[in-house]
C-alpha cells in the first residue's frame, strides 16, 4: 500500500517454532495460505514485497446514521484476522479497509460489516490501486479543543479524505486521502478556509525525495538542460524546480539512483557552471515552534510595556499623596488625568497586543463555534468598553464620578499571554523524545571507494543525506553509525541504547545488521547502507511516535463531547451572573454595605460577570489527554516500547489477563538439537545427511536446527547435501521426500502413524522423556521403518518465570497458547509458572481463544513474535510484538518491545497505568478547576467571607491552568521502571 502508519514489518521473526508438535512443516498457517503470500517466493523475498503483502478494499456501507454506527463497524472489522486497519467514514458512508490477503479476503470483510446490522457493498474500481497517501500539517493559532474539532470537521467533509486526525497539543493535523480526488494543496486550503494557519510538514510522496540547491547562471535554457539530464538517469520519476528558491526537488526509486548521482549530473551540466547542495533545512516544526514562543515572549513584553502603569495608577499611585493629587486632578468636569493616562495606556494591549483573540474569536464565529478567544475577547471588551463609557460620561457631566476598569482588560491579556508563553515552552518539551530521536543521525560520513579486488582506495567525507543504498561507509570507534545496513567487514560493539532501549552493547562482526543512529563502541566496522530516508529504523520510529502522539484517546472524546458546549455554556453563566448580582443589587436583594466604595451595584455586577466568562479554561480539558499522552509515548520510546497511540494506552492499562506465544516469546526463538537416540544400526554421519538433505528445502525453524547440527558430521570435501526428490511439505506434520533413492519422513507422531509408520514403545517413551523435559521430540523414518528420534530445545527466556511472578502480583492473568505439543507446552508453562495451557493451536485458534477470554470479561493482551501471532494480535484488546534490531514490529501489533524482553510486556503495563494515572490527575484538575473557579468567580462565597475574585485574578488563574496541566503530563519524564526489573537485567546481564 503506498500508506502505511507504519512500516516496521517484523517479518524473520515469524512464529518461529510454534509447530513444534507439527513437525517440520513451514511456519503454521490457514489451510488455504500458501507458505508465504502471493508473489514471494522465499523468505528473503518478503522484504522486497511488502506492498503485496497488503491490500485495500473500499466498501459502500448505508443505513449509519451516526458516530457510534461507524464505530460498531470498525470495530467489528477489526476483529477480523489479518486486518491491519480500518476507517469508516459516516458522512460518506464508506468503509475503507487494509487487510493482509493470507488471513482474510474482500467478502468476509463485507459479510461481517452486514452481520453488525448494515448494507456493504464493494466499490470495485477504486480498489485495485495504490490510492492512499498520508499528509501531515502544522497548524497555528489553536487555542482550545474546539478549535481543533473545527479543524478536523473541515477536513473531514472535504471528498477523498478517508481519515483526519488534529491534535491540539502538537498543534498538527494527519490526513488519510485519496490524490486522486483530493491533492494536499486544497487540504491545505480547507484548513485556511476555517481561520488557521497551515503549513505542510510531509506528504506520502516524500519516501524518497531530496531537495537540491543549485547555484549558478539561472536561465530557461540552463534549466531545461538540466531537467533533460536528470531525466535520463534510470530511477528519476518526478522533477519540480522552483525558480524563486533555486531548488529542484527530486522523486526516485532508491535501489537505482541517488543524491550524489544528481549533483554529478548537475555539476556536469554546463561545462562546470552549476554547484549543488542540500537545500538547507528550515521551516520545520521546530523552528515553527520556537518562533511561536518568541511570538508570545514578545507580545507578553509588550503588554507588560503598557500594563504595568496601568497597574500602578489604579493600585498603587492612588495612595501616594502627591501622585494621588496630580492622578485625581480634573481634565473636562470630572474626567481625570488618571482615567486619561489609563484609557490611553491600556488601548494599545486591548487592540494591538491583543488583536490576536479578536481575529481568533472571528475565525471561530464564522464557522458557527465558540473557542476560548471568544471568551477572553468578550471579558476584556465588557471592562474596556464600560470603562470608556464611564470615562466619557464622566467627561460630559459636572457630577458623575467614573469608576473604569482599564486595569482589568490590560492586566487580563497580559497574564493570558503570560500563560500562554509558558504553556507553548511546556508543550515543546512533550515532544523532546522525537527530537532527540531526530537529533541521533550524524551529519557526516566517511564514503569508501572500493578498486576492482576490493581494496580501499579512497575516504571521503559527505554529507549523510548523501548516502547512497548500497554505499560502503566506514564507522570510527565512538562515531555514530549513519544509516541502517549489515557489517561487511570489522568487529566491534555497538551500543543501540538510544534506539532499542538496551543497556548492553551489542557485538556485531561480519554479515550483522546495524541500526543508523547507534555508536559504534570500540572496533573499525565498515558498513553496507541498505535503508535511507524513511525507510530507517529511526525514521520509521519516529512516525511511529508521531503517529501515536496525533491519535486520540478514547477518554479523550470526554473533552470533545465537552468542548462543543462548554463557550456557550459559559457565557450564559457569565450574563446570568450579572444579571442575578444587577437585579439583586436594585431590588436591594443584599445589604448596600457589601459594595465597595468604589463601585456601584451595576459594576460589582459587571466585576463578578466578566471574572466567570475568564476563569472558564476550555483548553485545559483539551490538553488534558494528549499532553500526557505526548509523553508517555516519548518516554515509552527512549525504553525500547513503542506504543502506537493513546488507544493502546488506555487498553494497556486495563489489560488483566496476558496470552503469551511461546517460541520466540517465552522461549530464545533459536532451537538446537540436543540429543539424538538411533533405533536402528546406523552411522550418524550417514543418518544426518539423509535428514539434512531433505531439511534443507524447509524454511521451518526446527528444519534449519536440524541442518545446522547436521553440518556437524558434514565431510568437509563433499559440502553440498545429496539432491532430494518429490519433496514435500505437509502443513502441520512434516516434510517426506526421497534421498539418495531412500524414502526420508521427518515429523511429529502423528504423521507417522498418519503414514502407518510403527512407534515402538521404546520410541514412545523417548517421546515422553522428551516432553517432560520441555524439549520437542522429533521422529525419522526411513523406508517406512522408524530409525531415530531428535531432542530439539528452544531454551526460556532469562526472567520468563519472573516476570510471569510479577504479572501475578499485578493481578494479571498468563496464559500460553502455542502450535506445540501437549507435552512441552505443558513442561514450559510449569517452568515459568503459568497454569492456563492451550497446545497444538493453529493461528485462527490463537485468535478465538483470544475473543473467548474477552467475552468472559477479561481484558487481553496477546504476546506473540510473529505473522502466525498477528490474527491474535489484532483480535487482543493490545497487541504486543516482540522485535528487535530493524525488525521491530509486527503491522497488526498495538505496541513493539524492540529488545525482546520479557521485562518490557511489564514496563508497557506499568508506563501505561502511570500515563492514566496522570490523564485523571488532569481531568480532575480540569474539571475540578472549573467546577470549583466558577462559582467562586460568580462570588459564592462573596456573602458569607467577603471574598470575590477580581476579574485580572481570574484570568491569571485561568492561564496557570493550562500551565498546570501540561507540568503535571511532564512529570511523566521522571517515571521510571519497577525496580524489581532492574534486578532482573543484571541477573540477564550476568547470564549472557
Known sequence: MATKFLSLTCIRGTGAGDGYSRGLSPRPHYPSMPKYPKGVSSESDVEGNMERLESRVLLSVTGMTCSACAGSVEKAVKRLPGIKEAVVDVLNNRAQVMFYPSYVDEETIRETIEDVGFEATLIMEETNEKSTQICRMLIKGMTCTSCSSTVESALRAVHGVHRAQVALATEEAEVLYDPMIVSHGQLLETIENTGFEAILISTGEDRSKIHLQIDGPWTDGSMRMIEKSLQALPGVEKIEIDTNLRKCSLSYKADLTGPRNFIQVIESTGSGRFKAKIFPKGGGRDSHRQEEIE????????????????????????????????????????????????????????????????????????HGSANMDVLIALGTNAAYFYSVYSVLRAAASPHFEATDFFETSAMLISFILLGKYLEVMAKGKTSEAIAKLMDLTPDTATLLSFDSEGNVINEEEIDSRLIQRNDVIKIIPGAKVASDGFVTWGQSHVNESMITGEARPVAKRKGDPVIGGTVNENGVLHIKATRLGSESALSQIVQLVESAQMAKAPVQKLADRISKFFVPLVIALSLSTWLAWFVAGKFDGYPKSWIPSSMDSFQLALQFGISVMVIACPCVLGLATPTAVMVGTGVGASQGVLIKGGQALESAHKVNCIVFDKTGTLTIGKPLVVNTRLLKNMVLREFYGLIAAAEVNSEHPLAKAIVEYAKKFRDEENPVWAEAQNFESITGHGVKAIVQNKEIIVGNKSLMLKKKIDISIDAEEMLTEIEGLARTGILVSIDGKLTGVLAISDPLK????????????????????????????????????????????????????????????????????????????????????????????????????????????????????????????????ALGYNLLGIPIAAGILFPFTGFRLPPWVAGAAMAASSVSVVCCSLLLKNYKRPKILETLEIQGIATA
Open 798 to 925: 532469562p526472567g520468563a518465570r519472573e516476570v510471569v511472578s510479577i504479572l501475578k502480583s499485578m493481578k494479571v492473568k498468563s496464559i500460553v497458547v502455542t502450535g506445540d505439543n501437549w507435552g512441552t507446552a505443558n513442561s514450559i508453562a510449569k517452568e515459568v509458572g503459568i497454569d492456563d495451557v492451550i497446545a497444538e493451536a493453529k493461528p485462527e485458534h490463537k485468535a478465538e481463544k483470544v475473543k473467548e477470554l474477552q467475552a468472559s470479561g477479561l481484558v487481553v493482551a496477546m504476546v506473540g513474535d510473529g505473522i502466525n501471532d498477528s490474527p491474535a494480535l489484532v483480535a487482543a484488546d493490545v497487541g504486543m510484538a516482540i522485535g528487535a534490531g530493524t525488525d521491530i514490529a509486527i503491522e497488526a501489533a498495538d505496541i513493539v518491545l524492540m529488545k525482546s524482553n520479557l521485562e518490557d510486556v511489564i514496563t508497557a503495563i506499568d508506563l501505561s497505568r502511570k500515563t492514566f494515572t496522570r490523564i485523571r490527575l488532569n481531568y480532575i484538575w
Open 295 to 366: 511570538q508570545y515572549y514578545r507580545s507578553f513584553m509588550w503588554s507588560l510595556v503598557f500594563t504595568v502603569p496601568v497597574f500602578l495608577t489604579s493600585m498603587v499611585f492612588m495612595y501616594i499623596p502627591g501622585l494621588k493629587h496630580i492622578l485625581d486632578s480634573k481634565i473636562v468636569n470630572m474626567m481625570t488625568v488618571g482615567h486619561l493616562v489609563r484609557w490611553i495606556l491600556s488601548t494599545p494591549v486591548q487592540f494591538f497586543i491583543g488583536r490576536r483573540f479578536y481575529t481568533g474569536s472571528y475565525k471561530s464565529l464564522r
